[in-house]
């Protein structure tokens, strides 16, 4: 039996399949007395693999865009929140389930739309001192993102369509969410401890420092690790973003600048 107020979903496409099962060992490790369904949403269907900590595989078709194929997993869905994760968030510490519980009981208490359990851009307001969460403000750069947190499931099923990747459901969605009602929330404290392993399809030296820590044999991956480059064009993106991040986001959007 589990817990029926949430549902873990981790988004994912075949070509990250490599990811599953260390994604699976570290969770397993550092979330030991998890009570929530772990669901993955893919392409193509997946068989049982008791290597994996998912519970169960929602396969959405390949040539559907991400948010199409997102939308159509949280139909799978049947709590009325749902955790959402992407493949390459991998645990790095214990996650506190009572602490998962009590921010499920704080989204549903002010009818969040999503509570991110980090913060990730900084917060436009403090929201509640008592309750350590602040507020993004709507049409705002990354006020919606993929970063770890708990969603209103149809919410986030409604808002997700017609994405063709990721980073239009961040940038887009953002501005689109305007006109809806219910606050995007997230906790002042880290309080979902994972680190964001691949970038762009390529291994983060610590993803990979993580995983030797773990003793995860990563020898036959086939993924690269980004370059000293790589990290220096990505610094230098940061600080243009930081300059103003809505101003540039939309002209990201209005522009098609970026990785669509």
Not at 84 to 107: E, K, M, P, Q, W
Not at 244 to 252: D, G, I, S
Request: proline letters at 4%; aromatic letters at 12%.
């Amino acid at each position: 039996m589990f817990d029926t107020s949430l549902t873990i979903l981790v988004a994912s496409c075949d070509n990250y399949s490599d990811l599953w099962t260390p994604f699976s060992t570290l969770f397993r490790k550092y979330w030991q007395d998890c009570p929530y369904e772990v669901v993955l949403a893919t392409e193509s269907p997946v068989q049982p693999n008791p290597d994996q900590v998912f519970h169960r595989a929602v396969p959405c078709g390949k040539g559907t865009g991400w948010g199409d194929r997102l939308s159509m997993a949280l139909e799978q869905v049947k709590t009325p929140y749902t955790l959402l994760l992407c493949d390459d968030y991998f645990l790095c510490d214990t996650v506190d389930t009572a602490s998962i519980r009590g921010f499920v009981n704080l989204a549903e208490k002010h009818h969040a739309g999503n509570l991110r359990l980090l913060q990730n851009p900084a917060f436009t307001t403090i929201f509640s001192e008592t309750e350590q969460l602040g507020e993004y403000q709507k049409a705002t750069a990354y006020c919606i993102a993929t970063q770890a947190g708990i969603w209103d499931t149809r919410f986030l099923q409604n808002l997700a369509k017609g994405y063709a990747s990721i980073w239009q459901f961040e940038r887009k969605g953002s501005f689109a969410v305007e006109r809806l009602t219910q606050p995007l929330l997230g906790t002042l404290a880290f309080h979902f401890p994972f680190e964001d392993v691949v970038h762009k399809g390529r291994w983060e030296r610590h993803g990979i420092r993580l995983c030797q820590r773990n003793r995860i044999d990563l020898s036959q991956s086939k993924r690269a690790i980004l370059s000293d480059w790589d990290y220096a064009r990505e610094h230098f993106k940061g600080f243009i973003l930081n300059l103003n991040p809505t101003l540039v986001v939309k002209a990201q959007n209005l522009l098609k600048l970026g990785k669509q």
